[in-house]
């Protein structure tokens, strides 16, 4: 089986894009998750309660968890942005509960412009389950 490049995962974010649920900002994002040679994808699904929104990456992370993983290899995130997008502090969050520090997230745009990142340096100082009790 050959191993899933980086352009697979990159595909499979931007068909789940096609579905993000944006009628309040328009802005549609797509994430992929690997995990071995599996994706599972996701996209934003916004609320007319605004707050209630769950962003691309958190949606592709949780069907991965509710799959069974909660050690995830890679991700992949796309929108309509100028350069690479950039994914909000919560996901960074959520990433960190189930990625290692080293990690790769993608981020990527419609344009191609492409940033291939290590989950540490897109949140330093992550608060983690190591912070909890002592
Ligand atoms: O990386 C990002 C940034 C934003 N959004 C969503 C949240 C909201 O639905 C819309 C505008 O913020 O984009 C994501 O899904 N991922
Ligand atoms: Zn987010």
């Known amino acids: 089986m050959e191993s899933l490049t980086d352009q697979t995962l990159i595909q499979a974010a931007t068909k ?6 944006v009628p309040y900002s328009h802005f549609a994002v ?3 998750v690997q995990v071995g040679d599996q994706i ?17 990456e958190r949606n592709a992370i949780f069907q991965a968890v509710l799959a069974g993983h909660t050690h995830l290899d ?13 994914p909000c502090g919560a996901c960074r969050q959520v990433m960190t509960e189930f ?7 993608l ?25 909890l009790h002592d």
């Open 16 to 21: 789940a894009r096609e579905a993000a649920y």
């Open 30 to 32: 797509g994430a992929a």
């Open 40 to 56: 599972y994808t996701g996209a934003n699904i916004e609320n007319a309660s605004y707050g209630l929104s769950l962003c691309a």
């Open 74 to 86: 890679k991700i992949a995130v796309i929108a309509d942005t100028k350069g690479p997008v950039s």
């Open 99 to 105: 990625m290692d520090p080293t990690a790769t997230v």
């Open 107 to 131: 981020l990527t745009n419609l344009d191609g412009d492409l940033s291939q990142n290590q989950l540490q340096a897109l949140i330093p100082g992550a608060f983690t389950k190591e912070d």
